[in-house]
């Protein structure tokens, strides 16, 4: 009798074990679907064309003194981060409770990305080719003009359902508007 009973506990524990492993903590939820989009904050407005201008240090492959990045290389590094993210996001299991911010999440990356892939990568040649800075202002003006309005909607659609999302689950998360 006892060993049956070890032997109910052990199955009731690995049962336990095993049907919480596969749980997201809401906290997750929200990291991967509301504040992984902060790395894309500066889309359509100065934010991103400020890296453009400005592109980071990278050591070369031989050693010696760092080189600035190609715009492209700025771009891609970018473009795979925001890639992965947009994953992460898909692969979350939609809930009642993280529909409306997994949806939200998702469409301001199916919204950004294809900029980044056209009108951020020719902006990056431009720069890369040294074009002309009248040439890199039409593009910038353009993309600001084309996409920041939609970008804003989005953007603070993923905000007010994370911000709901937060509240529900007493995750502290400082939005700084306070």
């Known amino acids: 009798m006892r060993q049956n009973f070890i032997k109910h506990l052990l199955l009731l524990s690995i049962i336990f074990f095993l049907s ?13 679907a509301v504040l992984n989009t902060n790395l894309i904050h500066g ?18 492959e031989n050693g010696g003194e760092p080189v600035p990045m190609k715009r492209t290389e700025v771009l891609n590094s970018k473009l795979s981060v925001i890639e992965d993210n947009y994953d992460k996001v898909k692969s979350l299991k939609v809930t009642d409770e993280t529909k409306d911010m997994i949806d939200a999440s998702l469409k301001l990356y199916e919204f950004v990305l294809p900029v980044y892939k056209t009108e951020y990568s020719q902006l990056a040649g431009l720069y890369d080719n040294n074009a002309p800075e009248d040439q890199i202002k039409k593009l910038e003006t353009s993309i600001f003009d084309n996409y920041n309005k939609g970008y804003t909607d989005l953007y603070m659609k993923v905000i007010s359902t994370g911000k709901a999302y937060a509240e529900k689950n007493s995750i502290k998360v400082n939005w700084g508007d306070n």
């Open 20 to 32: 919480s492993c596969g749980k997201i903590k809401p906290e997750e939820y929200f990291n991967i």
């Open 43 to 60: 889309f359509s407005g100065t934010g991103f064309s400020r890296e453009l201008q400005s592109p980071s240090v990278k050591m070369p």
